[in-house]
């Protein structure tokens, strides 16, 4: 993902593949290697402890998809 900011400085870590392969890597499903990664590699782990995970809604309940539970 990439936020533009007007800025032309180059991105400190970029990871590219295809969009499922980018959304597998997002919910922990494959690893880094698995993408075409440029910049600082040690960023990436970084992205799991600003983003919390994605929980799956349990049917009925609108709980787990970002819904307020009951």
Do not use: K, N, Q, Y
């Not at 290697?33 to 309940?61: E, Q």
Request: proline letters at 13%; one cysteine or more; charged letters at 15%.
């Amino acid at each position: 993902m990439r936020l533009d900011t007007g800025t032309t400085a180059p991105a400190a870590v970029e990871a590219a593949g295809p969009a499922s392969d980018l959304a597998l890597f997002l919910r922990r499903r494959i690893p880094a290697a698995a993408l075409h990664v440029t910049g600082d590699t040690g960023l990436l782990p970084h992205w799991f402890t600003l983003v919390p995970p994605v929980r799956r809604a349990r049917p009925g309940t609108g709980v787990g998809c970002g819904a307020p539970g009951p």
